[in-house]
């Protein structure tokens, strides 16, 4: 599997790692700790040189009960970054987080080069259209409702049964529009309980039926550090255990935290299967 990314094809067929990078004051892991130029470039240089193919960048906390912003807000925080970022690394591939079709446009006319929305255009009825028309990859993720109501929104009948209808509609309205290239997140921690997100994790060979390109996004997450009695700053052993179950269920990307232990991840993951 293949994904064009402004005009470099990326393969999949080896997994790949997402950098995070929030621009946010409130983001539940590293909510503030990049407040300034020389802190983003210091830790999307470090990202890279660790071995990112992907920096997502994101400028509206999804954390459960996340303020909401304006749109407005959102574009003053994030097009200063995105445009700090092209110019200070020119071969950077790097993806939006954002559920706003106007983010998404201002932002690949600056450069980047992909979208990542965790509502799959649920959000913003323009959203599918736009990315379409801007013939870029879009990673569309589950969620139920809003950050703000996700969490009360859990019930299914069969998880994975339920999340694979919702993807099939939003696929089929993405081809509609002409869309190439899809990439799809389960949305670990986004309207699901800490038990259903690991009766997920262990179903989610299941996709496989929409043969398109995985991405998980466990990263220091609350099943994580609920489960192990902990707190997100000392989840990373535990992100590290379950990012390697996800490769062995055919994962294409992890989102992540901490790429060097990703990367970590995929060489061993690779080896083991070499």
Known sequence: MTINCKGNRIDLSTPKVMGILNVTPDSFYDGGLYKNEAAILKQVKKMLDEGATFIDVGAYSSK???????????????????ELLTSNFSNIVLSIDTFRSEVAKQCIGLGAALINDISAGSLDSKMIETVASLGVPYIMMHMRGTPQTMQQETHYENILKDILLYFSKRIAEARRYGMKDIIIDPGFGFGKTLKQNFELLKSIEGFKIV????????????????????????????????????????????????????????????????
């Open 64 to 82: 459960p009960n996340a303020e909401t912003i304006s749109e407005i807000e959102e574009l003053q925080r994030i097009l200063p970054i995105v």
């Open 211 to 274: 043969d398109l390109p995985l991405l998980i996004g466990m990263s220091r997450k609350s099943m994580i550090y609920k489960t192990l009695n902990t707190t997100p700053m000392e989840a990373l052993n535990g992100t590290t255990a379950l990012n390697m179950i996800a490769l062995q269920k055919d994962a294409s990307i992890l989102r992540v935290h901490d790429v060097k232990e990703a990367m970590e991840c995929v060489k061993l993951y690779r080896q083991l299967n070499a």
